[in-house]
């Protein structure tokens, strides 16, 4: 099984930057697809970015392509999401997923970390 941990969430001004990591241990030598979900207060989770594994082939969604991305260090089982100019919108509870196969769903989830943007 994986385990994941968020972590690097925090307070910030809109513009700013916040850079989030996500931890993986245990058996990271099955994963195929990492991503990044949010959940904003009394809206559905909503996809943000995923990355392959081994390969680092990148997605994200609409609303942040240009203003975030995503990466991974395979040595340290690490994912990451880096956030530039960030707006009161992303405000949400950010967390980070796993799954095993390209046709599998994510089945692996971290606690999530709290991102605020404050106007």
């Known amino acids: 099984q994986v385990q994941l941990v968020e972590s690097g969430g925090g307070l910030v001004q809109a513009g700013n930057s916040l850079r989030l990591s996500c931890a993986a241990s245990?058996?990271?030598?099955?994963?195929?697809?990492l991503g990044w979900f949010r959940q904003a207060p009394g809206k559905e989770r909503e996809f943000v970015a995923s990355?392959?594994?081994?390969?680092?082939?990148?997605t994200y969604s609409n609303s942040v392509k240009g203003r975030f991305t995503i990466s991974r260090d395979n040595a340290k089982n690490t994912m990451y999401l880096q956030m530039n100019n960030l707006k009161p919108e992303d405000t949400a509870i950010y967390f980070c997923?796993?799954?095993?196969?390209?046709?599998?769903?994510?089945?692996?989830w971290g606690q999530g970390t709290q991102v605020t943007v404050s106007p």
């Open positions: 997923a796993a799954k095993r196969t390209m046709l599998s769903t994510y089945d692996v």
């Open positions: 245990g058996r990271t030598f099955a994963m195929y697809r």
């Open positions: 990355i392959t594994w081994s390969a680092g082939d990148t």
